[in-house]
């Protein structure tokens, strides 16, 4: 009898589950239905549009769609940080004008020194060293550093609805992966913690690496020189390299995540393309079209033709940080 | 009352299964046992080397090691048959010595032309085409066509102690991954049916592509020319790549996994690394250290210095094909 009764217990208690809301922080309206429609649909087993556990593929880009990309991309801020410790150990490592002007925090001349210069900073900072070492810092920057304008660590600056969709999505039998245009070492440094994504379901762009041996010791170098840009119609590229399959749920935030989009979209069956707008400019900012970083122009002028839901931040969140108090 | 008495036999049915042989085409001995001990172990969670199941990766060679390679690769006789294929539409795409050569089956005209050659016979018959529509022509050659020697299907020719294997591992929760030398696609093509390995799971060599819209129809095409080479070192660089964590067991068959198992077994904690040595004339190929493919012979001298252990085909193996009847 006891057996029954825990047996009746747990039934009621998975009910309760299955009734609460999965994305409390989505405020009701065409986004979350939207979501919760889709996965209604290709879950349900008397669906023509159900899709098997196997084919159910996520995709989501990182820089403004999970975490935040204003002033300018965590990643290039975590590089004048790393330039900033190494040339305390070595000033001569300040060898020209650009990396003088980065070490300095000198975003203004940076800037004006193009992706030239930019690329000169991550290839100081983003090699000659192993993989994991590299990771060991990126990880240490995002989760005890504080953005400049925020007063918040990195760490708690990624939002809140989208790991909540991230989670309903793997309790209904999704694989969430991340597709972005950020550094493939510096996203898995992180994204286990802050996101419950595993490092073999990140995809980002690459340097060469190479595998040596010093010693006894085998060791996985990153090299300098880019290897692969995962970004525009790289996405699909990456995710066909890493994945081989096409997902059937896509979110973006920027021009960058277009091919992603049109990729997922296009299949047959049912899917879903959706694209973060940044409306929020008190919580968190507002931009778009005339943005430096996540430029929004050509996806939101399709997205009515391909059928991609806009998120309003300001209208359709709730909540935008995981962490901090709101 | 009938709720209790079906959970007792269910509890019964499920102690009979844990006590059955989880590898049963395996014969006793040190490397049954060698399998079998590391298991116990890594997934004991009072063992100093217990594994949690998010690290419990495992990654296999595919050629020689899941399933044969003799008298040439595989996918060498795919291409060739795609070139007969291809020749019967077009003749003029036989353009010189080499592919005439190639689409005759003249093998010995073609190991003559080198590498060379042979990337002239990849190139040609693996590029200019979809990835979706290479993944047809690669599947419907490995389920309908029969091996030149054996008279078996290609699928057949996969080895069944390596499939319990998987399996086993997988029930155990391991992630089994193939990393090979052999081209991604043409893996892919098989993969989920020949071994339950998704596609995610597979990493190989591969060459450019390309993301293009043609018309509204967007495509994934296969272009000429090698972007990645995933053998020797390429094996680690290739596993970092796509997994992001290093494999705690691992198994070849030649010198091209000699940096795989290097960088697994050279891990801290307990590691295993497993080589499947050639040794049977009468039931499959017996080869190592002179043959022109799967060449065994620095990684054999290293494997007591690392402690790999040598799988003997001929007295480990009770049965060898996953298909035909022996």
Redesign the interface.
Same mark, same amino acid.
């Given at each position: 009898m006891r057996?029954?009764i825990s /047996?009746v217990i747990a039934a009621a208690l998975s009910a309760t589950l299955a009734f609460a809301d999965p994305l409390p922080s989505w405020e009701p309206g065409a986004s979350k239905t939207a979501i919760l429609d889709f996965v209604a649909t290709v879950t349900d087993p008397a669906s023509d549009d159900f899709v098997p556990v %196997?084919d159910r593929i996520a995709t989501f880009d990182n820089d403004g769609t999970l975490w935040a990309e204003q002033p300018v991309y965590f990643q290039l801020l975590f590089a004048i940080n790393r330039l900033q410790a190494m040339a305390k150990d070595d000033p001569s490592i300040l060898k020209d004008d650009v990396l003088t002007a980065a070490a300095k925090g000198d975003m203004k001349a940076l800037a004006a020194s193009g992706e030239k210069g930019l690329l000169e900073v991550i290839g100081a900072t983003h090699s000659g060293l192993s *993989?994991d070492e590299f990771k060991t810092y990126a990880r240490e920057f995002l989760t005890t550093q504080k953005h400049p304008e925020k007063d918040m660590l990195y760490i708690d600056m990624t939002y809140q609805p989208m790991i909540e969709l991230l989670t309903y999505l793997r309790d209904q039998g999704f694989?969430t992966y991340i597709v972005s245009g950020g550094g !493939?070492?510096f996203m898995?440094s992180i994204t $286990?913690t802050a996101y419950n994504i @595993? /490092? $073999?379901q *990140?995809i980002g762009s690459?340097s060469k690496? /190479?595998?040596t041996?010093a010693g006894? =010791? @085998?060791v !996985?170098m990153k090299e300098p020189g880019i290897l692969f840009i995962d970004d525009k /119609?790289?996405k @699909? *590229?990456g995710i %066909?390299?890493? !994945?081989? =399959?096409r997902p059937i749920l896509a979110v973006g935030n920027s021009d960058g995540d277009y091919?992603m989009l $049109?990729?997922t979209t296009?299949g047959d069956g049912k899917r879903l393309g959706m694209i973060v707008h940044h409306t929020d400019a008190a919580r968190e900012w507002a931009y778009d079209r005339d943005s430096h970083v996540g430029t929004l122009n050509k996806a939101m002028d399709d997205a009515p033709k391909f059928g991609w839901v806009l998120i309003d931040m300001k209208d359709d969140w709730s909540r935008i940080w995981s962490g901090g108090n709101e």
């Amino acid at each position: 009898m006891r057996l029954l009764i825990s /047996t009746v217990i747990a039934a009621a208690l998975s009910a309760t589950l299955a009734f609460a809301d999965p994305l409390p922080s989505w405020e009701p309206g065409a986004s979350k239905t939207a979501i919760l429609d889709f996965v209604a649909t290709v879950t349900d087993p008397a669906s023509d549009d159900f899709v098997p556990v %196997e084919d159910r593929i996520a995709t989501f880009d990182n820089d403004g769609t999970l975490w935040a990309e204003q002033p300018v991309y965590f990643q290039l801020l975590f590089a004048i940080n790393r330039l900033q410790a190494m040339a305390k150990d070595d000033p001569s490592i300040l060898k020209d004008d650009v990396l003088t002007a980065a070490a300095k925090g000198d975003m203004k001349a940076l800037a004006a020194s193009g992706e030239k210069g930019l690329l000169e900073v991550i290839g100081a900072t983003h090699s000659g060293l192993s *993989v994991d070492e590299f990771k060991t810092y990126a990880r240490e920057f995002l989760t005890t550093q504080k953005h400049p304008e925020k007063d918040m660590l990195y760490i708690d600056m990624t939002y809140q609805p989208m790991i909540e969709l991230l989670t309903y999505l793997r309790d209904q039998g999704f694989s969430t992966y991340i597709v972005s245009g950020g550094g !493939i070492d510096f996203m898995r440094s992180i994204t $286990q913690t802050a996101y419950n994504i @595993p /490092t $073999q379901q *990140v995809i980002g762009s690459s340097s060469k690496s /190479t595998y040596t041996v010093a010693g006894d =010791k @085998p060791v !996985i170098m990153k090299e300098p020189g880019i290897l692969f840009i995962d970004d525009k /119609t790289g996405k @699909p *590229v990456g995710i %066909e390299s890493h !994945i081989g =399959k096409r997902p059937i749920l896509a979110v973006g935030n920027s021009d960058g995540d277009y091919q992603m989009l $049109q990729w997922t979209t296009s299949g047959d069956g049912k899917r879903l393309g959706m694209i973060v707008h940044h409306t929020d400019a008190a919580r968190e900012w507002a931009y778009d079209r005339d943005s430096h970083v996540g430029t929004l122009n050509k996806a939101m002028d399709d997205a009515p033709k391909f059928g991609w839901v806009l998120i309003d931040m300001k209208d359709d969140w709730s909540r935008i940080w995981s962490g901090g108090n709101e």
